[in-house]
């Protein structure tokens, strides 16, 4: 395997060239770094954290594994990125923030865990919107992260460098979070795909909170064998690859009315499953009404910095204070520094909210006889950089805990690509795997 087929190389691929000896787990890493240093700076300002000499060794190890016949798994010897709010043992885990570029994590998170297990080579960390507080992938610590595809236009956020450090070809899997979107709405963005897993599917310890509810990491890759891997890696189950029928609705209020090529290939992308039109109007505002994170961030913020004598502030007042944040998270972090916590009785209404939300989705999934929910992960294309992002319809999978993917779905006329996302009960991952590997094949086939 030379340079630049490792460019564009799946999982799978990998691991038969590296079974087969076509090359090394030091060799991907050396493409891996390569790529960064060539193209990193300044078009895509993707990376926040780069140990090439700890990943260079760590890939030197699982050669002498395979050598000897003891590869660990189908990421052993395989590049992999990790967001900046998850924590690496001995590595920053700023989080998109200049005020925490000196909080070294002590200990892996559980994901990491997981992937050391797997022989994974961890070779640095991503740039991401600061405190996963947005989807533009503003930065004090990083500046903007840029889109992929279309210099000038927003990568999505908050896993800003995840998505585009894939999409780029760095690796060919990078970890991101997801509260309200930030897997999914940069991998619409970046023409990858990502899943937000069923609530609780995954640990989010050791991961920077923003919201303890709603948080949850999750992967972002570029087919979907790989995401079936990666998945099943990181959740520890196998989903099925066969079973019921898919039958699919399209909310019909999840479409701006002015945004044609959004619509048509989201439409087309989902034609193959003769889905039903259904309408929902309240969806939207019932979501948004069941938005726990204001309640949460800063008490959760605030424990977890507790016991980080080297992050500069140890609570978002102070971080609100300080005037060190990147401009756009302005407005956030003064709001949420005074907003009610987890003691008001809002919040409890809150979480019956979300409560309540999740059964009516369970009565409208059972009225309309479909298992899955179709609409545009945003219903706008990504904006210019430095602009606010509209048109998210991300936050429904948040606050219901149900799964959630996204799903490339073409590009429009200018060359931005263009997501789908479908939405499954709890627990169904295994029919989101089964109809992106359904909408890949005919996607490609209709090239």
Same mark, same amino acid.
């Given at each position: ?16 060239? +590296? ?74 885990? !700023? ?26 080579? +961890? ?48 690796? %060919? ?52 064998? =790989? ?7 990181? !959740? ?80 978002? %007042? ?8 990147? %401009? ?14 987890? !003691? ?21 999934? =059972? ?40 799903? %490339? ?13 479908? +939405? ?24």
């Amino acid at each position: 395997m030379q340079y630049a087929d490792y460019l564009t190389a799946s999982l799978s691929d990998l691991n038969q060239a +590296l079974l087969r000896g076509e090359v090394t787990a030091r060799q991907l890493t050396d493409y891996a770094l390569q790529r960064i240093g060539e193209a990193d700076q300044p078009r895509y300002n993707a990376i926040t954290w780069l140990f090439a000499d700890e990943a260079r060794a760590a890939a030197e190890q699982s050669d002498k594994r395979r050598q000897r016949g003891e590869a660990w798994g189908p990421l052993d010897g395989v590049p992999v990125l990790i967001k900046d709010n998850i924590e690496v043992r001995g590595w920053p885990t !700023s989080a998109g923030s200049v005020m925490l570029r000196g909080v070294i994590a002590d200990n892996d998170a559980p994901l990491v865990t997981t992937l050391r297990h797997q022989g994974a080579i +961890l070779i640095g960390k991503t740039a991401m919107h600061e405190l996963a507080a947005g989807i533009t992938g503003a930065s004090s610590l990083s500046g903007f992260t840029h889109n992929a595809w279309q210099q000038g236009r927003s990568p999505g956020g908050s896993s800003s460098g995840s998505a585009v450090a894939v999409a780029a070809g760095y690796v %060919p899997l990078a970890i991101g979070s997801d509260t309200a979107g930030s897997v999914r709405i940069p991998a619409a963005f970046n023409g990858l795909l990502g899943l937000r897993m069923t609530r609780g599917a995954l640990s989010t310890a050791g991961i920077v909170p923003l919201s303890p509810t709603q948080d949850i990491p999750g992967p972002l890759v570029r087919s979907t064998a =790989d995401l079936r891997i990666a998945s099943e890696i990181l !959740s520890g189950k196998t989903f099925a690859i066969e079973g019921e029928a898919l039958r699919v609705g399209i909310w019909q209020e999840g479409f701006a009315a002015d945004e044609d090529e959004i619509n048509q290939a989201v439409q087309a992308a989902v034609a193959g499953f003769a889905p039903a039109a259904l309408s929902w109007p309240e969806l939207e505002t019932l979501a948004a009404d069941a938005n726990i994170i204001g309640y949460e961030f800063a008490e959760a913020l605030a424990e977890y910095l507790a016991d980080k004598p080297q992050a500069q502030f140890h609570s978002l %007042p102070e971080i609100a204070a300080s005037g060190l944040y990147h %401009p756009q998270l302005e407005a956030v972090f003064k709001t949420r520094a005074v907003h009610p916590g987890t !003691s008001s009785e809002a919040y409890a209404q809150v979480q019956q909210r979300q409560r309540d939300l999740y059964q009516q989705l369970v009565a409208m999934f =059972d009225q309309h006889n479909i298992n899955l929910l179709a609409y545009p992960v945003v219903r706008r294309p990504p904006v210019k950089q430095g602009e606010m992002q509209e048109g998210s319809n991300a936050l429904i999978s948040a606050v219901t805990g149900a799964p959630a993917i996204s799903i %490339p779905a073409g590009l429009s006329d200018d060359g931005v690509p263009i997501g789908v996302e479908l +939405l499954a009960l709890r627990g169904r991952e295994d029919l989101l795997l089964r109809a992106a590997e359904a909408i890949e094949l005919r996607i490609s086939l209709n090239k």
